[in-house]
């Protein structure tokens, strides 16, 4: 009998407030927080006091084959690609995957906002089986909304946002999906950070023998994009080169990226 309910809790408020949504309306509820070991140390924090908040613990889960994200990097040399991060293939939709049971599962929920109505329908269509609820959008709730939704809560947001990043999503590293206005703010705000992700770019290109990146100029030339200039490859852009832009909103890390979401 199918009766157990995923709400899939990601460390971000949107997922945060849709998991608070479900428990008034279902029973049987699995919160459940794919850890990719990669997260901002607030995410805990905040995780410790959305459990209070809902009476409830929060299972945490990870892909036990990985010991850090840097280890899906270099075991498959790649980043980001048009198909997705890999590192969101490998600690994310694998776990998901494995942790699913279609023959329990009543329903998923995802935090989705009505700005993502795209994505909640795509999910729906491609992936019945899942039987995708986002509470969010049922509400009506922008992502302007969720904020002040979640602020009459009482609950501290996790640091990220109070940095002005518009989510919190692997941010121990950076995400290699936060795209090029995310890294020109971590360039111009946690400089060494940008360092490492640049010299990852780097060794991963050396060992691959062609450029591997984890930004693309989306503009009508196109092209990958360096964080950093690689002598090897001085036809290929790096960040210096591109327009300031500001930070747009990420997608939240549920386990379906590169999927047909």
């Known amino acids: 009998m199918k009766t157990r309910v995923i709400a899939w809790w990601s460390g971000g408020i949107a997922s945060a407030l849709a998991t608070y949504h479900a428990l008034q309306i279902f029973k049987n509820v699995d919160i459940v927080f794919i ?33 850090s994200i840097q280890e899906v990097w270099m075991k498959k040399q790649s980043l980001n690609v048009a198909t997705g ?3 969101s293939t490998e600690l994310k939709r694998v776990v998901r995957e494995n942790y699913q049971d279609y023959k329990i599962d009543f329903a998923q929920i995802f935090g989705f906002d009505i700005n993502e109505m795209k994505r909640h329908t ?6 019945p089986e899942l039987n995708v609820i986002s509470p969010l959008i049922d509400a009506g ?5 969720i904020v002040r939704e979640w602020q009459k809560l009482g609950i501290e947001i996790p640091e990220p946002y109070r940095l002005g990043y518009r989510n919190n999503n692997c941010f121990k590293t950076g995400c290699v999906q936060g795209g090029i206005g995310y890294w020109q703010k971590i360039k111009n705000e946690d400089y060494h950070k940008f360092v ?13 023998g062609k ?3 984890i930004l693309k100029d ?5 092209g990958l994009v360096f964080l950093m200039p690689h002598e090897d ?26 999927t047909k979401d």
């Open 35 to 67: 850890d990719t070991k990669n997260e901002h140390p607030d995410t805990y924090r905040f995780l410790t006091d959305c459990q209070r908040l809902y009476s409830m613990p929060i299972k945490t889960i990870s892909n036990p084959n990985y010991t």
């Open 218 to 222: 989306q503009s009508k030339d196109g």
């Open 141 to 145: 709730l922008t992502k302007a909304g």
């Open 196 to 208: 490492r992700m640049a010299e990852m770019e780097h060794e991963l290109t050396d060992q691959k």
């Open 85 to 87: 991060a890999i590192c």
């Open 233 to 258: 490859y001085p036809d290929v852009k790096d960040i210096s080169m591109m327009k300031g832009r500001k930070v747009e909103p990420l997608i939240e890390c549920t386990g379906f990226c590169s």
């Open 211 to 213: 450029p591997v990146t």
């Open 122 to 127: 795509n999910m729906r269509r491609n992936y």
